[in-house]
């Protein structure tokens, strides 16, 4: 997928939005509209006098299923605003409003429509707005190969871990947002091939799908029945997707801690077996029988692809990994395996099923693993570490996702989003072909001497900061409280993309608004395709963070 730079991008999103309403989404063609496509919600202004206006939003929906639950959320160009609504209940966000069924219900019908209304002011002439979703989808039913990818992980333990469940993406606005939800993670056996259990450190299938959801908890508002066959987080998922029909939900496999045995999944004796049994599991959704849930196709249609989360190809990663000298050949086979297989499996059932990766942001992990112009053929596009750089695993503070590498950085090969990305392109990557990954943490250390500068950077320290799960780890909504009220000073380096936290003790590197703006401003303007983020669970319950991201990419 090419996606066009910046300006011819913005142009195009202006065309497409200041088109007559007629144009975008007929109401009155909804009878002969064919039963398939995307919802559509088209404005119209009505009438209109001196100082205000009344204007009508029509939902369209061509499907062949009605539609109970649907969201339009629109942004009117500037003096105009809305005075009353009928017919629908309206939230204002900022400048920003997002109207939703009225409490008494409004189904829009299969092959129908729905129209509900506002009257307006306005100090100026225009009132078309300058944005619309309807379900998180543009509202002229188009437009989604020119939208910049905003990809987010969502993992697995956040649930009891950190109280995040997936209605938490509905909550804080994550949902609307995201175009890619990848969930994390599945595991490997020796034999390379995807499987789930409870037992300690290899699996979590009473929180995948196995766990009752309270109607509290649920998405829908719905409780789950103890005896369903799909329940846990991939039941919320499924109902998430009822919510947002466009959002595209893939499983990670792999990631830091369960990537012992993919080097066992890509030799040539196993990798088609391999492969067979994660599209199985997850694709066709043929679940292991646990904790009373599972059973053949419990999980149909939760998950629209597959991200591989290998880390890493080549290199150790994990101590205790298996690691081989073809690891880097093996796993382009690998890749082109599972390309093959969702292909056909594809042609079956007309789905597209998305093929996605992280990737290291060390050249030396690159080298070691990819041929990149080999794997681009297979992927859809790549996730590409944008943190990391640095950890309390280094003796001395610094930042661990800058977007260029800052002054004074003592580190022999220094590195930056610009450094990393260069590396890619070099190696025959587009920059279409990335998505720039984005920390929603900080990494900290304790025992800091402020320094020449007072505030701490590149000093040695006495190792970790405490933090709640790992030592020297802490997610945003934690270290926002210390920005605010834990007797920390918060310091910026503007052209380096970055932020920290000093206490006179402990030192944090971390994101806050402001520092991931740049950064997606930085993967907007480069030309990549998108930004991602591990993890949307370190995100406030306002969604701070990825508001900023989405603001930077789409103006939102």
Known sequence: MSI???????????????????????????????????????????SRWPTGYQAEITVTNPTDAPLDDWSVSFELPEGAEVHEMWDATLERDGSGYTATPPSWGAEV????SYTFGYNGVFSGGATEPVSCTVNGAPCDGGGAEDAYRQV?????????????????????????????????FANLDEDGRCFATDAEGQGEALSDYGRAYTAEESVSGTADDPGQPLRGSFNQLRQLKEIHP???????????????????????????AAVASCIDM??????????????????????????????????????????????????????????????????????????????????AALDAGYELPELMESFDFINVQGYDFTGSWSTSTGHQSNVRVPEGDPAEQPRSYETVVQAYLDRGAAPEDIVMGVPFYGRGWQGVEPGPDGDGLWQESDGAAPGPRDPGYN????????????????????????????????WWTYDDATAIAQKTAWARDAGLSGAMVWSLDGD???????????GELNGA
Do not use: C
């Not at 406030?540 to 989405?550: K, V």
């Open 109 to 112: 019908p299969a092959g129908g």
């Open 246 to 272: 466009d959002l595209k939900v893939s499983i990670a496999i792999g990631g830091w801690a369960w990537s012992d045995y993919f080097s066992n999944a890509a030799l040539p004796e196993n990798r088609e």
């Open 475 to 506: 997610d945003y909504n934690v270290l926002a409280g210390y920005a605010e009220d834990g007797g920390f000073e918060l310091f910026r380096d503007d052209h380096a993309g970055t932020a920290w936290l000093y206490d006179g003790d402990q």
């Open 4 to 46: 066009p730079r910046t300006a011819a991008r913005a142009a195009a999103v202006a065309a497409a939005l200041l088109l007559p309403a007629a144009l975008l989404a007929p109401p009155a063609a909804a009878e002969d509209a064919p039963r398939t496509g995307a919802v559509t919600a088209a404005h119209a202004e009505t």
């Open 282 to 363: 997850f694709i066709k959704g043929n679940l292991p029988e646990l904790n009373g849930a599972g059973g053949e196709g419990a999980a149909e249609g939760v998950f629209d692809g597959i991200d591989l989360d290998w880390e890493w190809p080549g290199s150790e990663g994990e101590p205790g990994n298996v690691v081989r000298e073809e690891d880097k050949e093996n796993f382009t086979a690998l890749v082109r395996e599972f390309r093959t297989q969702l292909d056909e499996l594809g042609e079956q059932t007309g789905e597209d099923y998305t093929l996605t990766s992280f990737m290291p942001a060390s050249t």
């Open 152 to 184: 987010g992980y969502f993992t697995q333990w956040g649930a009891d871990d950190k109280d995040f469940l997936v209605k938490s993406l509905e909550t804080t606005g994550q949902a609307e947002r995201l175009t890619h939800l990848n969930y994390a």
């Open 540 to 550: 406030d319950a306002d969604g701070t963070l990825f508001r900023a991201l989405d």
